[in-house]
């Protein structure tokens, strides 16, 4: 079975420090990982892929194989990062989504 | 394009009644997930179309829940009777099973049982 840990429900920084939301996972096979954010009042929505080693609004995330993470970074956060960060997961098989529990981000001025 | 459209966007209802929750998924779109949100719990799973077939509803809590999806452009998620545990945000969201990962999700509907 495929699992999605997201050990910090809370977590504060302020503004300009670094951030890291941590993300760990289990499955047997070769998972495929994301991020996704939902700001205020906003929806649910794809922040970044692995796949793509892209940079999101500053954000980066690596996946680390061995560690079984995926954590989400960023140098220097900024006020309008304050959010909740989903980390989720996709079997190569199965096309859905296990999503953590989540980690509400908020960025002190 | 409105992207998923969810309705209603808040239902109160008092313990024992029926709810359905309604979603349009986006046009094009030939998957479509239901989750519920709980502030204990997260982001749950409860059932995955893909071009209309229900693939996997092992996420279902039980009996009291039914999901179905007559369309492609159309999915209800019944509760029947309600409970108060049943309070919470439910999400429609909808992709394209040939790209993994990427869910366009709706504003949610929040349900609250008294």
């Known amino acids: 079975a495929q699992r999605v840990t997201q050990p910090e429900k809370l977590l504060s920084v302020f503004k300009g420090a670094p951030v890291e939301l941590k993300c760990n996972y289990s499955y047997s096979g070769s998972p495929e990982l994301f991020w996704y954010v939902q700001y205020s009042r906003q929806r649910l929505q794809l922040l970044l892929r692995?796949?793509s080693r892209e940079s999101i609004k500053g954000f980066t995330a690596d996946l680390n194989k061995g560690e079984t993470s995926f954590h989400l970074k960023k140098p220097f956060a900024q006020e309008e990062d304050s959010a909740m960060y989903y980390c989720a997961l996709s079997s190569g098989s199965a096309r859905q989504l296990t999503f953590g529990s989540g980690t509400q981000l908020t960025v002190l001025p | 394009d409105a992207g998923v459209i969810q309705s209603p966007r808040h239902e109160v209802t008092e313990m024992g009644q029926e709810v359905t929750l309604r979603c349009k998924p986006i046009?094009?779109?030939?998957?479509l997930f239901w989750y519920r949100q709980t502030m204990m719990r997260g982001l749950e799973l409860l059932i995955y179309?893909?071009?209309?077939?229900?693939?996997?509803d092992s996420g279902m809590p039980e009996d009291r829940f039914s999901a179905k999806m007559p369309n492609a452009s159309f999915s209800t998620l019944k509760i029947q009777p309600s409970e108060p545990r049943d309070s919470a945000v439910y999400f429609c969201a909808s992709g394209t099973s040939g790209i993994v990962g990427e869910l366009f999700f709706g504003e949610g509907s929040r349900l609250t049982v008294l």
């Open positions: 046009s094009g779109h030939n998957s």
């Open positions: 179309f893909n071009n209309n077939v229900p693939i996997d």
């Open positions: 692995h796949i």
